[in-house]
């Protein structure tokens, strides 16, 4: 699934950032090719306008300044046709071909170039039919612009394979381009992917071992429920005091699975943001001094000592269901997991704008390595599994801080043995 999804980040990536470049190139080509057209037919019509028109057609009246208001306007506007003698000529071969009325070729002027006549007067009766001012014909790879002045029609032909010729190379670097930038968006797309799925891998990961997991503390409690399902049923004549033993048992187990499925799901709700939950002024001081107490009976089983350093009055705006659960985690974490004898200690402590409450224990001491892992889930340093637990404690635990603006740290050493600390936020 993840290699799919990455595919498909990559491929998305390069249609939208191909198809961005292919237009731009695309609309510049266009652009450039429409730009040496223009090109040509100005030149073209510089040609024309030289050498073309450079007198006055037969019949028209010579200038008469005292008479100027009634010559024809189409003289008025030959006289004011100005031509720009430092314009470059961009182009050195070319025909001119006047024609009449009829479209009959009446004169021809070439310049460094040479037609068949046929080939010139089937260029002349596609350039009139097509009635425009310019235009291309392909068949022979020319541009004509066309010009009626006076009743004096005029042609110029001019070959457009320079044009084409840039347009192809044009088109070829182009492509090129577009090819190295299609690798190059790969190439980061592919890095870029990697990255993008990677918190997803995690996730995916995480849910399969979860699903691994869950499968795997359930499976225990319904193993016994139902092999003590199939001895009480074998014991078709047996009264219910006589079976007490494996319904106690039945029951036990159930709650074990009751329990694993609500804490579960309160970690389903939390990864989900649907964890909606009243807030009220809670005294984490008599949260902590009520937990240590409740939890004294359970020491003394194991001849542990509670000792606490509680500051009184410690106020903090928090659920106080999800408080006193955090607190009662840590403590039951640190008898659970303590040795016999030993002391845990639970202190509470006020830093500024800032709650501290530790709770300290000395048993096996955390590696490295599993202190790295520690909160997550069905987690377990103790990989014998001989005390009771689901390894998902700490990662409510964790959860809980996290919901108040908090923090859960966990440190581990010989010396000082195991200290959970939550910081969590007054006010």
Not at 225 to 241: E, F, G, P, T, Y
Request: glycine share 6%; net charge negative; aromatic share 6%.
């Amino acid at each position: 699934m993840i290699n799919k999804l990455r595919r498909r980040i990559i491929l998305i990536n390069m249609l939208l950032v191909g198809g961005v470049i292919l237009i731009v190139i695309t609309a510049v080509n266009i652009n450039n090719y429409t730009d040496s057209i223009r090109m040509l037919e100005r030149s073209m019509n510089q040609v024309l306008d030289k050498n073309g028109h450079d007198s006055p057609p037969e019949g028209m009246l010579p200038r008469d300044d005292s008479t100027d208001e009634a010559l024809p306007e189409d003289i008025k506007k030959f006289e004011k046709r100005g031509f720009d003698d430092d314009s470059p000529m961009q182009i050195s071969s070319y025909i001119i071909v006047t024609v009449d009325s009829d479209g009959n070729i009446t004169d021809t002027q070439e310049n460094n170039v040479t037609m068949d006549e046929d080939d010139l007067e089937a260029c002349v009766e596609t350039a009139l039919k097509s009635g425009g001012k310019s235009g291309q014909i392909p068949e022979y790879s020319l541009m004509y612009v066309y010009s009626d002045f006076m009743g004096q029609q005029k042609l110029i032909f001019a070959s457009n394979s320079s044009v084409f010729s840039s347009l192809r190379s044009s088109l070829l670097i182009s492509g090129l381009l577009f090819l190295g930038s299609l690798a190059v968006i790969f190439l980061i797309s592919l890095l870029l992917s990697g990255l993008a799925v990677k918190p997803v891998k995690k996730a995916w990961e995480q849910q399969k071992q979860f699903v691994a997991d869950a499968s795997h503390e359930l499976k225990t409690p319904l193993t016994v429920i139902l092999a003590n399902n199939n001895i009480m049923m074998s014991h078709k004549d047996a009264q219910v005091r006589d079976e007490q033993q494996w319904l106690e048992s039945t029951q036990e187990e159930a709650n074990h699975m009751k329990q694993l499925i609500e804490q579960m799901l309160f970690l389903a709700k939390s990864d989900a943001g649907n964890t909606q939950v009243q807030l009220s002024d809670a005294d984490l001081s008599e949260i902590a001094e009520g937990a240590a107490l409740n939890f004294e009976p359970v020491a003394f089983e194991k001849d542990m000592m509670i000792d606490t350093d509680i500051t009184p009055g410690i106020i903090l705006r928090a659920n106080t269901t999800q408080l006193n659960q955090l607190v009662h985690i840590l403590i039951d974490n640190a008898v659970k997991y303590g040795d016999n004898g030993t002391t845990v200690t639970i202190r509470l402590r006020r830093k500024n704008d800032r709650a501290e409450l530790s709770v300290n224990n000395f048993g096996n001491v955390i590696s490295k390595e599993d202190l790295e892992h520690i909160f997550d889930r069905f987690y377990r340093a103790e990989k014998s599994r001989t005390t009771k637990g689901y390894g998902l404690g700490l990662s409510i635990a964790q959860r809980i801080a996290q919901s108040m603006n908090g923090k859960l740290t966990a440190e581990s050493s010989e010396e000082s043995g195991t200290t959970f600390t939550a910081d969590l936020k007054i006010g």
